[in-house]
């Protein structure tokens, strides 16, 4: 296997739950990602949750970043607002803002153009005005946002602001950034737009992390690292108990699978059984 996992932690879940009303929706979430290291290349880490509508997937996404207060149990990631201790930063709980985060329904500033949220974006990535206006001109080229770019987000088509929403996320440079269904809906040279964007992330610093949820199951596994699916668990009487956890995870780099260019046989049997695993919870 041509990758080592270095000892650090980069995003830990514990213990984790959420109630809404006195209703659990999650329960029991925990998962431990440490930085992927491979000879002579930058990695960052890909996670794609997958499952079924209802079991949690946004829900968990939202406590990720830190817009949800867990009822029980912490999201911990780095802080890479202190030193580094061994070269990694230490971890700190999840706050609102530590993350990027594009959420199910797109949501965009309604007061700003494509081109004020982008230079908004931006605001605290260091270069001159003249390097960000060129980096965000040819990001609206190659995402077919040229010609809108001076429209506001209730004068655009659902796939314009959705893209528009994760350009803001891949331009403002955090480390960590959470997509929940960032393909949903996009047309194939988007979609292919959005892969590029997530390879540069990858390609960009080593701590950089991308969590997203799809229920396009190929492109999970074509993207990930790790794929976790989220669903109910099956309780010993044989029934689903209605809390959504994960129920499997599958390690495409234990595998041999992660970081190729081509789908293989081989991925499209983890296919098989990541849709058996959603199936069965
Ligand atoms: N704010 C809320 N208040 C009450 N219940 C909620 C709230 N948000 C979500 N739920 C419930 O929590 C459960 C999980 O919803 P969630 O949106 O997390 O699922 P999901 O896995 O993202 O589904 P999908 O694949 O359809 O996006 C659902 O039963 C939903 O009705
Ligand atoms: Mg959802």
């Known amino acids: 296997m041509n990758y ?36 002579g290349v930058i990695q960052g880490q890909t996670l794609a949750f997958v499952g079924r509508s209802g079991r949690g997937k946004s829900t ?63 605001r605290k990535v260091d270069k001159t005005k003249a390097e960000k206006q060129k980096i965000i001109n040819t990001h609206l080229r190659d995402w077919g946002l040229e010609q809108v770019k001076h429209q506001y987000p209730n004068e655009l088509s659902g796939g314009q602001r959705q893209r528009t929403a994760i350009l803001e996320q891949v331009l403002s440079s955090t480390n960590y950034i959470i997509l929940d269904e960032p393909f949903s809906g996009l047309d194939v040279g988007n979609i292919q737009n959005v892969i ?21 199951i190929e492109l999970a596994v074509q993207l990930a690292d790790t794929v976790y ?34 789908f293989t046989a081989q991925h499209i049997e983890v296919v098989e059984e990541v849709k058996k695993a959603i199936l069965n919870s």
């Open 229 to 262: 699916v989220i669903g109910y668990p099956t309780l010993e009487n044989g029934n689903l108990e209605m809390i959504g956890t994960i129920v499997e995870t599958f390690d495409l780099k234990e595998r041999g699978l992660a970081w190729r260019d081509a």
């Open 60 to 122: 968990f996404f939202r406590s990720l970043a830190g817009l949800e207060t867990p009822t029980t149990g912490k999201v911990l990631l780095s802080d890479l607002s202190k030193e580094p201790e061994n070269g990694y930063p230490p971890l700190k709980e999840v706050e609102e803002g530590d993350v990027g985060f594009v959420d199910q329904k797109y949501t965009l500033f309604r007061h700003k153009t494509i081109i004020q949220a982008m230079e908004f974006a931006m």
């Open 196 to 216: 590029n964007a997530f390879k540069l992330i990858n390609e960009t610093h080593e701590l950089n992390t991308i969590i997203f949820c799809t229920h396009d």
């Open 4 to 39: 080592n996992e270095s000892a650090e932690t980069i995003l830990a879940v514990e213990n984790l739950s959420v109630e809404y009303d006195g209703k659990k929706i999650i329960q029991n979430i925990n998962l431990t990602e440490k930085d992927v290291l491979r000879p």
